[in-house]
Nanobody
Framework: QVQLVESGGGLVQPGGSLTLSCAAS????????MGWYRQAPGKQRDLVAR???????DYSDSVKGRFTISRDNAENTVYLQMNSLKPEDTAVYLC?????????????WGRGTQVTVSS
């Protein structure tokens, strides 16, 4: 089994910054893709950003130029640097990874961390 622990959420004023992190732990796994999704109340879960094993990032149009995703393969950790935050960025942010194990490739989700952008 693989466990994901997210941290870094909180309350920030519009225009502020936050950095989220998600650390994966477990046994006998190799991470393939890593990413962040978000879900606001009453809305569907949407992709925010993802990054391939080789470090190639991909962003939703709503966060391009403001958010930066990165990963530390040695630490099995993915980060999301969020700048110029807007009230519409308010949501629960969830980490998602795909990992290969002896049983095949599986997808794992974190529990989420709340990000609130408000004055």
């Amino acid at each position: 089994q693989v466990q994901l622990v997210e941290s870094g959420g909180g309350l920030v004023q519009p225009g502020g910054s936050l950095t989220l992190s998600c650390a994966a732990s477990g046994s006998a796994f190799s991470i393939i893709g890593m990413g962040w999704y978000r879900q606001a109340p009453g809305k569907q879960r949407d992709l925010v950003a993802r990054i391939s094993r080789s470090g190639m990032p991909d962003y939703s149009d709503s966060v391009k130029g403001r958010f930066t995703i990165s990963r530390d393969n040695a630490e099995n950790t993915v980060y999301l640097q969020m700048n110029s935050l807007k009230p519409e960025d308010t949501a629960v942010y969830l980490c998602r990874i795909s990992a290969s194990r002896t049983t095949g490739v599986d997808v794992y989700w974190g529990r989420g961390t709340q990000v609130t952008v408000s004055s």
